[in-house]
């Protein structure tokens, strides 16, 4: 989805040079919720800019698209980001369109191998209709740590009125220079799910899957690569490693 696509772009992109990502959704194997995105991101100095779009669902019952745009400022070892996202329903023609718009900010610092960050989405209470009721906003926390090599240990805790608090962890293990598995668990509902990267020159290749005991299956498929002048390794992991 271009919101996790988006994190995922801006947090890879270098100096200079660019990142995008396509990708396809095929949820609790239901054509109907298909989803198709694309995400960039692009670092100029200080800021990283980037952009997502999506659209979900069969054009002639029911439609989901929604566009996002997000910039974040780079201060040494912490990050400032603002974001906001359109959405748009569609009925296929028969009722009149929905649509809100939504803002959110947030912020990471990482120490040595260790990340850690904040994030409220809908801070303004978006509505889709006047008669609908405001969407309440959402508090994310969000933990990393790195061990040797390529290998990561994540925590997420996603707060929001109303509603059960929602945990996730995960782990990913590098499997050699180019292979990359990960697996995560959440609660609320209980979902379990995990998935492979490979990196093939300067393309990234992901592949996950994610059960949920009661809808089923669901598949994610995409491959993001970067743009822009080429640098040497050495620049590549000494930028990644400050940044």
Not at 70 to 99: C, E, R
Not at 160 to 172: A, N, S, T, V
Not at 187 to 201: A, F, N, Q, S, V
Request: hydrophobic letters at 35%; glycine letters at 10%.
């Amino acid at each position: 989805p271009p919101r996790d696509s988006i994190r995922r772009q801006r947090q890879m992109c270098i100096r200079d040079r660019g990142r995008i990502e396509l990708g396809a959704l095929r949820k609790y194997q239901l054509k109907e919720l298909d989803q198709g995105f694309v995400a960039a991101a692009y670092r100029r100095g200080q800021i990283t800019y980037a952009l997502g779009l999506t659209y979900m669902g069969d054009g002639d019952y029911y439609a989901e698209r929604t566009a996002l745009i997000s910039a974040a400022y780079h201060l040494d070892k912490l990050t400032l980001g603002v974001k906001a996202s359109v959405m748009q329903i569609d009925f296929g023609g028969h009722y009149d369109n929905l649509s809100a718009g939504s803002f959110g900010l947030g912020f990471s610092y990482r120490t040595g191998k260790v990340t850690v960050a904040a994030a409220a989405d809908n801070v303004n209470w978006p509505q889709l209709d006047e008669n609908s009721e405001k969407i309440r906003p959402s508090y994310t926390l969000y933990t990393e740590i790195i061990s040797r090599g390529a290998n990561s240990i994540t925590g997420k805790l996603t707060l929001q009125d109303r509603e059960q608090p929602m945990l996730g962890i995960g782990q990913k293990i590098g499997l050699s220079s180019i292979a990359s598995v990960f697996w995560g668990l959440s609660t609320e509902p209980i979902i379990y799910g995990g998935g492979l990267e490979l990196i093939y020159k300067r393309s990234l290749i992901t592949y996950a899957t994610s059960y949920h005991p009661t809808l089923g299956f669901s598949h994610t498929l995409s491959v993001g690569f970067n743009v822009g002048k080429r640098e040497s390794a050495a620049n590549d992991q000494s930028e990644k490693r400050r940044h």
